[in-house]
C-alpha cells in the first residue's frame, strides 16, 4: 500500500474475501519479505469463537483493540491499518485527511468524522480524480510532497446508497451493518489509483469540507492561518515533530489556495465548484 507493506494473516472468510476484492490491484510482495506491520484478524480462543462469534485485530503479536463481532472483520482490519500507520509511521507528518489529485496536484480535504470528506472523495474520484488517500495524507518532511496510500473507500450509512447513485460503477464490497460507526462499506480503489501508488505530488488546493443536509454549495475562500490551525488540528503526529512540524504545515499551507467548503445533497454541485476551483489554477 504505497509505502507501506503489511503482512495479514487470518482464517477469516469475510477478511480473506474483502482483501481480494479491494486489494486486487495492489502488489503481493514475497511472503518472506520485509514487512512494516505484521496483522492478524482472527476469532478468539477456545469455545469462545462458537458461543459469542468475534473478531481479534492483533498487530506484531500485541491485541491492539477490543474485540469486535464476527461480521466486522474486514472493517476491523482497516481500522487497525489506519491505527498502525498513524501511531507509528513518523517518517511522514501525517494528516486525517483525505487526498485527490488533478493534473498533477494534490487537493487535501482535511476534515474530522461526520463531515462527509470521504463521501466527496468518492464523488471526485468518480469524476476521474486519482485517489491518493481517503483517511491519512502522509507529509513528506523532506520533499514537502504528499505520498499516496490508495485503499478502500470508508462510506457510511446513508452515504452507501448516495455513492451508489452517483456512481454506479463503483466497485463496492458488502455493507456492514452494527458497528459504533453504523453501516459500513468500502469503494475499491481503482486500479488506476494503484498504479500510480508512487507518484507523489504537491498540495495546490486545501478545502476544509462541510457536510450538511439540504445546505447549498459555498465555496469561500479562507486565510492560510485558519488554514493553518485546521492542519495542525487534523495532524495525529504534529507534537512529534515539534518545530520541524509546525514549519512543514506551515510550508504546505503556504503554496496552496486555501477555502472553506459546504455542501449538501448535490454532489453534482459540489464535484463542479472544486473542478472550477482547481481549474483557476
Not at 95 to 115: D, F, I, Q
Request: glycine share 8%.
Amino acid at each position: 500500500m504505497g509505502p507501506i507493506v503489511t503482512s495479514i494473516r487470518s482464517p477469516m472468510p469475510a477478511v480473506i474475501d474483502g482483501i481480494g476484492f479491494h486489494y486486487a490491484a495492489h502488489e503481493t510482495p514475497d511472503a518472506d519479505a520485509f514487512a512494516d506491520f505484521h496483522v492478524q484478524i482472527g476469532w478468539p480462543p477456545g469455545v469462545r469463537r462458537f458461543i459469542r462469534p468475534t473478531a481479534t485485530f492483533r498487530v506484531d503479536e500485541t491485541t491492539a483493540f477490543e474485540p469486535l463481532p464476527a461480521n466486522q472483520g474486514f472493517p476491523l482490519l482497516e481500522w487497525g491499518m489506519n491505527w498502525c500507520i498513524a501511531a507509528h509511521c513518523d517518517q511522514y507528518l501525517i494528516l486525517h485527511s483525505a487526498v485527490v489529485e488533478r493534473n498533477g496536484c494534490a487537493l487535501l480535504l482535511p476534515a474530522p468524522p461526520g463531515s462527509g470528506k470521504s463521501t466527496l472523495c468518492a464523488a471526485l474520484v468518480a469524476r476521474g480524480w486519482r485517489l491518493l488517500s481517503d483517511e491519512l495524507a502522509l507529509i513528506d518532511i523532506d520533499q514537502l510532497v504528499v505520498t499516496p496510500i490508495p485503499r478502500p473507500i470508508s462510506l457510511k450509512n446513508a452515504a452507501i446508497d448516495v455513492i451508489r447513485t452517483f456512481w454506479p460503477e463503483a466497485a463496492i464490497g458488502p455493507v456492514v451493518r452494527g458497528t459504533l460507526k453504523g453501516s459500513v462499506a468500502h469503494v475499491r480503489p481503482p486500479a488506476s489509483s494503484v498504479e500510480r501508488q508512487r507518484e507523489s505530488v504537491r498540495a495546490r488546493w486545501i478545502v476544509l469540507p462541510k457536510y450538511a443536509e439540504g445546505a447549498p454549495t459555498t465555496l469561500s475562500t479562507i486565510t492560510r492561518g485558519t488554514a493553518l490551525m485546521r492542519l495542525v488540528d487534523s495532524a495525529f503526529n504534529y507534537t512529534v515533530h515539534g518545530r520541524r512540524g509546525f514549519e512543514t504545515l506551515a510550508a504546505v499551507v503556504e503554496g496552496a489556495a486555501c477555502c472553506d467548503f459546504r455542501y449538501g445533497g448535490d454532489l453534482d454541485a459540489a464535484v463542479k465548484a472544486l473542478e472550477t476551483l482547481t481549474s483557476e489554477g
